[in-house]
């Protein structure tokens, strides 16, 4: 599927830990839940996608990818590193308005 080029931006920044590319793909007033936390605006997500970047090392591939409505997508990945349980598959909820995401949603494939 063909992604927005918003979300294909956010993803090859995070992948590559790049935090000031990142960012500007949130909209002032994005709101970000991973892992049972939740970070609103940019200078929360900020130190989320820092923290985020420095605390595991892993590798990340897109296994999947669907589009839920005219603003939503949803981007499955697979991630293998040094985190508790060495793997994890992840859906990436994006809710986007004008080329920015609002909300991101990370959340474990049941």
Known sequence: MDLPDTIIKYLAAHTARDVGTAIQTY?????????GRTYRGRDEIRA???????EYTYTTE???SR???DSTY???QHLEGDFPGGTA?????FDLDQD???RLVIAAQP
């Open 27 to 35: 909209a002032d007033d994005a709101v970000v839940t991973d892992d």
């Open 62 to 64: 897109l296994t999947g």
């Open 89 to 93: 598959d992840l859906d990436f909820t």
């Open 48 to 54: 989320w996608l820092s923290d985020a970047a420095s």
């Open 74 to 76: 949803v981007v499955t």
């Open 100 to 102: 920015l995401i609002t």
């Open 67 to 69: 589009k839920l409505d």
